[in-house]
């Protein structure tokens, strides 16, 4: 028997190092009797014993060498049944329960394996281990593995053999056929979305879709196949393919799993995938970064990335290069998502635990997205384990979670509910100041789905979700807002090259606000905005060379603007009750990715948007020529029901270039328009309870947004990706606001807005490692973001008409951000964030005004806020690896803000009578030290 | 101090019908500061403001009782300069809707007022200022002289208020009015207090009596706008806590309701949220706000300030501190670094040792022929003269007429 050993096997080894049980590659060929150490004669007793001390004890008193992982064998304990037996007897006893399988070569090494039995047999002569980087040097396959015909929907295929697929009588016919089939996880049955189908040779690549589908045309004859996704063992197969197929792949989690985790836009995604400007990552990797106050929060990690920024600490809304805070479509489930924060923005209001990733388009959005100008944010849950019930729980200084999911029907119907609440009332309570300690803070969310697998070409899946916010100050006035979505999708093959989803959505979103003291001014104060959708996509692939996407979706939306009335018998407020708003949005898109050559890839798409909104309403027309204020009212129109008011459309297009200069290199370019007929109306710095969504109505046009971006990506060895990005961007009626405008109870909103022009650009640059013990990234950003109102009457004007620097224009933006696996239960994290400060604006001038001293601003965001830095750490420690345990459990220990740097949130000015003082204020000046503990079942 | 009398201010401010927010901002504020007990989440900063503007400031107004009326023109000064500039020489004309006008006079650098027995405002009329100086024209916009109703009752209630240092105790002032024509609708407030105090160290040649006098300098609006009846009830106007001498002795405040238009309370309001921020990023964006008045010249450059009309009414009541005698105020007193020592014997060195250490004489008293000499840290503590008037304010009516 001949061993032909590729890669090292280090450290003789108790551990075969992770990174090394991958880099092995054996090859096993003809053989001759490999059984001598086998045959050897145990003479002692080790029943009972660890198999470790077998272990120490044969390696101590012979040649044998042992090879294996410790997570397998951790446990086991040898079986004996007395007198003297073989060390294979022995081996074979102990292992039967594990399935362990294992060989003993001629030179004496004991090489485990689990689940993958190792062929040591005449017939199967060759076995690999897969492996990531090797694949190149892998020599062809010897002989060919028979294997019974088409696979179709059956689970296995060969450990690592070649496998044959189609009907070998077309062997010989020219042209293409295509692979095509489902990768599921194979411990519980969820489809593997963004799961990578390689061919390296060809440097052609295929993502699976939500449902785990993949689609590759290639052409007829032999190749070498990997399935890969992170964290996942790759399956690498050789694969003779006659005919166009299915194949169904079920990838394990990686035996040696050392919690790294990896972000998903996979190696061959960075260089050779078409968009610019899109950021992807797996839940596991934002669970492993330090989170503030101990909660792990996808909006805070995204804040990490290029391009994205907060204008404040612990505040709602995120900035996407340069675009305004509502200009984000956040989708969760497919639904948007109105209000993404909870407790005034300290959270995102998403339970990571039902999360599986999330998607951010920074730039060159696919057509099928519409209804936002600066980016989409799409956060997909997991689908309910398909083949055992869990339950998962956490407790963090703020929250505590529960996630309890599991099949109803086998491998057909399964479950998901998720819930989180905080106790924060339980803090308030503590703190020993009465206005303090009679508020009450509270907020929850639950998450459910529903995911069925009708069959191959059918899957549908409901979900739900709910989350809401309550805020009372002293026991009078009451905060309250809520979100709710339900999203029902149907799924549907038409055959392996036509793929179709239906969907119906439903979101919501309600605030309302109430004050109850038993007195004349008792009121309540609410407002909601309901989205109803339907919507279909259709993806055909055309041939290897087309993939057409084409759909329809239209919107409904139905607005109370402000419902502001009595509460109780004493209140003697007159109720304001603002006519409902609705508005019809809908939208077609046609899109091809069109692979012009092994370099040259191009993806176009249109979308055309339509709007109307329409009656009943009454619509106030003013003078021609005026400003809108309320004194020049010259007429006010009656619509009636179902009457259109006012429409407006747009095409909106969107483009895509690739050129790949060799696996290594590549450009991109994109471009896109898109239109925004939805707004938030805000004049505070940051997203307010108050602030409301308005519908674009005759005063109000929708927000235009352009953008061009161009990129340069390399990838370099060790896993390390890089990239470059420039954008320049502008967007066409931002909403900005005069100096006292009230938003809430205004009849004529339009009077207190003016319209502005903005411009962002920058550079993004990132250097990344999604793989191995250390993983990370560090990147760098220069973006300016501007806005300009110069309107046709220049008091209304800002700056006297001249750009000026948005609330979020912080020019200069470094993350560095780490996660090193020190051992298989120990986890380190850091991240390490400077920015430049906001812009703020300040009082220019002072002036005495009856008997106080009175601030005057003007020239807007003109100075800035001190630079921010800021630096978290986390350690993250499971509990034992024991594999049959009945719980798992992990402790999450993190220190937000270690330096305990003072960072300047805001800066302001208070007249106090004859003087005037600034002050400075920070939210988190001192460390803030958390432990969070998780729990599965 | 430093943070408790913003958080002081937030926490009195509470939520109300106006600003809708303000309940929520102040739990922003306090809650992280005080989860994570840090040392200071707002502190004083002054940050370095280079540039200023220098912009007419116009202060002044017309009312219903009888002038002069005094309008004061200046120039705005950046916020780090300490006094802003006189206007002087300008034309300043007050001029009633199809009526008289009257050219102001220049009493002092910046002060112009209308002459005694000049032009009188009258309910119902409107009114504007026009100002000419230095080549420019400025014009405000026709003001109506609204009539105000009367205070229907000014009171106070004992209160305990919120400041981070701990609970403060005093008094808080309310007022109810009411107009039952419901013409009114917007309003706003002014008062005036004065009080009586003394100092802890007696002196016999410094009076140890005073008073004091305070005119109010923040802005306290209402409006009853949202309400079917022009009706305010337990209106609060200030609060007046233990840790001044106001309550010591005798106190008084007068109370001025001013009954304002529509577009002056919007002003009002609009310069109360940017002078009164509370540092969160809830507030709205400082922007600039336009009052009445307008460069006609150079429509480009704003003008500051407001040409008020309005009608006045006054509503007085006092407040002695025997009226806690049941519930005393432990009063936080100013006083309470004060110091002395009384050294017998006439050329003792001792007086010479203070007097080297800074301290003062206060006080001499022969008596049994042994001079007694006390001194005392700060001549603040023996002479109220340095805080207050030794004469009672116009219209002061005494406790106790043989006493005070």
Not at chain 1, 55 to 60: D, I, M, T
Request: proline fraction near 5%; charge should be negative.
């Amino acid at each position: 028997m001949k061993w032909l050993v590729f890669s090292v096997i280090m450290n003789r080894c108790r551990v075969i190092n992770r990174s090394f049980i991958l880099s092995v590659l054996l090859i096993l060929s003809t053989g001759r009797g490999y059984t001598q150490a086998g045959d050897m004669i145990i003479d002692q007793s080790f029943h009972g014993e660890m198999f470790a001390d077998l272990v120490s004890h044969l390696e101590g008193k012979t040649d044998l060498r042992f090879f294996y992982d410790p997570s397998w064998i951790d446990t086991l304990r040898l079986v004996q049944a007395g007198g003297s037996f073989t060390l294979e007897d022995l081996l074979d006893a102990s292992f039967k329960e594990r399935d362990i399988k294992y060989i003993i070569t001629p030179q004496g090494d004991v090489i485990l394996s689990k689940g993958n039995p190792i062929h040591g047999s005449v017939a199967k002569d060759f076995f690999m281990i897969p492996d990531q980087g090797a694949m190149a040097s892998l020599p062809d396959p010897p002989e060919i593995l028979p294997l019974p015909g088409q696979n179709n929907g059956i689970q296995h295929h060969p450990d690592n053999g070649l496998v044959e697929l189609g009907d070998p009588a077309m062997k010989n016919k020219p042209g293409r056929v295509d692979l095509s089939g489902f990768i599921k996880e194979f411990e519980n049955g969820a489809p593997m979305v963004g799961a990578i189908v390689y061919v390296e040779e060809l440097g052609l690549g295929a993502a699976t879709d939500m449902n785990g589908y993949y689609l590759i045309s290639l052409p007829r004859g032999a190749h070498k196949i990997s399935f890969q996704s992170l964290g996942k063992e790759k399956i690498a197969l050789s694969m003779q393919i006659y005919s166009s197929s299915e194949y169904n792949v079920d990838l394990k989690d990686k035996l040696t799993e050392l919690k790294a985790v990896e972000i998903v836009a996979d190696k061959y995604q960075n260089v050779s995938g078409i968009q610019t400007g899109i950021e992807r990552m797996e839940i596991s990797r934002v669970k492993s970064l330090p989170g503030m106050m101990g909660e792990t929060d996808i909006v805070k990690v995204a804040l990490l990335l290029p391009g994205v920024q907060t204008v404040g600490e612990a505040s709602s809304g995120f900035h996407v290069r340069g675009g305004t805070s509502d200009q984000n479509l956040v989708l969760f489930n497919h639904a948007p998502v109105f209000n993404s924060s909870h407790l005034f923005g300290f959270f995102s209001s998403f339970n990571p635990d039902v999360i599986k990733n999330f998607e951010l388009f920074k730039s060159g959005m696919p057509a099928r997205y519409g209804g936002r100008v600066s980016s989409v944010l799409d956060i997909a849950t997991k689908q309910g384990n398909m083949k055992k019930t869990s339950v998962s729980a956490g407790i963090s200084p703020i929250t505590g979670r529960i996630l309890v999911e599991g099949p109803i029907i086998k491998d057909k119907l399964s479950y998901l509910i998720g819930g989180r609440a905080t106790y924060s009332d339980w803090i308030l309570n503590r703190i020993n100041i009465p206005a303090i300690r009679n508020s009450n803070a509270g907020f929850y969310d639950l998450t459910g789905k529903l995911s069925c697998k009708i069959n191959n070409k059918n899957f549908i899946d409901v979900s739900a979700y709910y989350s809401r916010d309550n805020f009372q100050l002293n026991s009078d006035t009451t905060y309250r807002y809520n979100n709710e979505s339900m999203t029902a999708s149907w799924k549907h093959y038409f055959s392996e090259k036509f793929i179709s989803e239906f969907r119906a959505v439903y979101s919501g979103y309600n605030y309302s606000i109430s004050s109850q003291q038993q007195n004349m001014s008792d009121f309540s104060l609410d407002y909601g905005i309901k989205h109803h959708e339907l919507k279909s996509e259709f993806s055909y692939f055309l041939n290897h060379r087309h993939i057409l996407r084409f759909g329809a979706n239209g919107i409904f939306y139905l607005m109370n603007p402000n419902e502001f009335r009595p509460v109780g018998e004493a209140s003697d407020i007159i109720p304001l009750v603002l006519e409902k708003e609705q508005a019809f949005e809908s939208g077609i898109y046609l899109s091809d990715e069109y692979d012009i050559g092994p370099r040259l890839k191009l993806y176009g798409g249109i979308r055309y948007s339509f709007y109307q909104f329409v009656g009943p309403k009454t619509v106030y027309r003013y003078g021609p020529g005026t400003p809108l204020d309320p004194s020049n009212i010259n007429d006010t129109i009656n619509y009636p029901s179902g009457k259109i008011i006012q429409s407006y459309h747009h095409p909106e297009f969107r483009l895509s270039v690739r050129y790949k200069f060799n696996p290594y290199n590549s450009i991109k370019f994109s471009y896109n328009s898109n239109a925004q007929y939805l707004h938030m109306l805000s004049n505070s710095a940051i997203i307010s309870p108050t602030d409301r969504w308005k519908l674009s109505d005759p005063h109000i046009s929708p927000q235009i947004g352009d953008q061009l971006s161009l990129g340069y990506y390399r990838d370099l060895p060790y896993n390390i990706e890089t990239s470059v990005e420039t954008y320049y961007k502008r967007i066409k009626n931002l909403l900005e606001y005069k100096g006292g405008a009230k938003l809430i109870n205004n009849e004529h909103i339009e009077t207190d807005i003016i319209n502005g022009m903005g411009k962002a650009y920058g550079i993004e640059l990132i250097v990344r490692k999604n793989r191995g013990r250390l993983t990370g990234w560090l990147s760098y950003t220069y973006s300016r973001s501007f806005i300009k109102v110069d309107t046709d009457f220049d008091f209304e004007d800002i700056n006297n008409g001249a750009y000026y620097p948005s609330h979020f224009d912080k020019p200069h933006d470094v993350s560095a951000v780490f996660n090193m696996v020190i051992s298989r239960r120990l986890n380190f994290s850091s991240n390490l964030v400077y920015n430049t400060g906001r812009p703020i604006t300040y009082p220019i001038a002072k002036f005495p005004f009856k008997n106080g001293i009175r601030l005057h601003y003007s020239e807007r965001n003109a100075y800035r806020i001190p630079d921010y830095f800021r630096w978290d750490l986390s350690l993250n420690l499971e509990g034992n690896l024991r594999s049959r345990k009945i719980a798992h459990s992990s402790w999450t220990f993190a220190l937000y803000n270690a330096t305990g740097r003072d960072n300047v949130y805001s800066i302001f000015f208070i007249s106090k009578g004859k003087e005037i003082q600034g002050y400075k204020m920070s939210i988190f000046a001192v460390p803030v030290f958390t432990v969070t503990y998780n729990i599965r079942f | 101090m430093k943070k408790s009398m913003a958080l002081r201010q937030a926490a009195m401010s509470g939520p109300s019908l106006r600003n809708i927010l303000s309940g929520y901002k102040v739990f922003l504020m306090i809650w992280p500061c005080l989860l994570w007990m840090t040392t200071a989440c707002i502190e004083e900063y002054t940050p370095e403001i280079s540039r200023s503007q220098q912009l007419l400031i116009v202060d002044g107004g017309i009312t219903s009782e009888p002038g002069p009326y005094t309008v004061r023109l200046s120039l705005s000064k950046g916020i780090q300069d300490v006094f802003t500039e006189p206007v002087s020489g300008a034309v300043v004309v007050i001029e009633e809707k199809n009526g008289s006008s009257e050219v102001l006079s220049e009493v002092d650098p910046g002060r112009y007022e209308t002459a005694t027995g000049g032009i009188t405002g009258k309910i119902g009329n409107e009114y504007r200022i026009s100002i000419t100086h230095n080549d420019e024209g400025y014009e405000s916009a026709w003001m109506l002289l609204k009539d105000c109703p009367p205070i229907d009752s000014l009171y106070w209630m004992r209160e305990r208020h919120q400041g981070v240092n701990g609970e403060i105790d005093g008094i808080q002032w309310y007022i109810d009015t009411h107009d039952p024509d419901n013409n009114t609708r917007y309003y706003r407030w002014e008062y005036i207090e004065d009080w009586a105090f003394s100092v802890p160290i007696s002196s016999s040649w410094n009076p140890t009596l005073c008073y004091a006098h305070n005119p109010s300098s923040g802005i306290i609006i209402g409006s009853t706008e949202k309400f079917t009846d022009d009706l305010l009830l337990k209106h609060p106007i200030t609060y007046v806590d233990h840790t001044t001498t106001r309550l010591t002795l005798r106190y008084r405040i007068i109370v001025i309701q001013h009954a304002i238009t529509e577009e002056e309370f919007r002003y009002w309001e609009a310069l109360e949220e940017l002078n009164e921020n509370l540092g969160t990023l809830f507030d709205p964006i400082p922007a600039e706000i336009y009052g009445n008045i307008r460069n006609v010249t150079n429509p480009d450059r704003s003008v500051l300030g407001y040409f008020t009309s309005s009608t006045v009414r006054t509503d007085t009541m006092y407040v002695d501190a025997e009226e806690f005698a049941n519930a005393p105020i432990y009063f936080d007193s100013p006083y309470g670094f004060c110091n002395f020592v009384v050294i017998a014997g006439d050329r003792n060195p001792a007086i010479s040792n203070y007097y080297r250490a800074g301290w003062l004489l206060a006080d001499t008293i022969r008596d049994a022929g042994i001079l007694y000499t006390t001194m005392a840290n700060s001549r603040y503590c023996f002479d109220c003269t340095t805080a207050g008037n030794a004469d009672p304010p116009a219209d002061w009516i005494p406790l106790n007429p043989g006493n005070q």
